[in-house]
């Protein structure tokens, strides 16, 4: 089967990748050791094709490879759903989990299924992240979902989602990605612009506004923005809230690990964090920050 390679990436996918990988190494250890988390349940909504990046181990350069990796170090049970709507991305999806799941021990079940030991399940369908299937969670299962949009306008994590999920059990995080601006979609005017288009930049905040609705007290929400960044890149994480400060330090860790890859004159990059529930008034300002233009903001 064909190895995808040579896919084009920007310092800021080296430092999204370092996020995932490390957050998702603390919900292997911290639900691991819970005894009334039964599994963990992984629902990754925007799987593309987990294609080979020269220069990064497969498992550690896309989300499905870290999905992976992690998954075989878990001491629980672990149901991975991999989600990609476009078909064609989905046949190289395919290809490349065949090439390289085996590598890190797993068999497969399938032409869209796979195995490692009788512990992890990886199931990939090609169906939007919108339409993921929650009814199997229960209520002593561990879930995490990454959200991993091309751009805000692609967000695919339904309205509903969060609820859904905290209607079922009471673990539950997530990760975003929020490019707020690339190839200039906040150009669209919000009062000059036709109705689906002010209606569709409006709407940005609701997608946030629908997590924030669902948060218990034990959870909050991290908006880390990558300051000075011209396509306006943010990252959501809903988290524990006692896990604060380490949430912090993951994002510096991944940042720093990520500037690495610039060149010298090029580094200082930092992301400027925001939590909802300590500084609900930042949090707001950071989202008008992210989702509006300067005019915009200024004429509030």
Partial sequence: MAKYRNVGRSWRTYAKHELMGSVIGQEVGAAGSMPKIGRHVWFDL????AALVDGVEWERGCSPGILARHA???RKRVEIVLHEIQPATFDRLLDNLGVFLPTLGYEKDGEDRWHFADRVTITALNISGHEAD???VRNTDAVFVLNDANA???WAMRPTFAREICDRTWCF?????MGCNPAGIKRIDLEDGSGDAKRER????DLIATQQNTLPHYRDLLLAAIEKDEAQWAYLLCTAAKWRPQSESIVRGAFQAAIKRLPEESRGRTAAMTWFGTDPLGFE???R????????REAL
């Fill in 173 to 177: 995080r997530s990760l975003s990605t």
């Fill in 72 to 74: 075989t170090k878990a």
């Fill in 134 to 136: 929650v009814l199997p």
């Fill in 289 to 296: 920050h992210l989702f509006l233009t300067k005019a915009e």
């Fill in 152 to 154: 805000i306008t692609e």
């Fill in 202 to 205: 409006r709407a940005w905040f």
């Fill in 285 to 287: 300002e950071a989202k």
């Fill in 46 to 49: 925007t799987a593309g094709d």
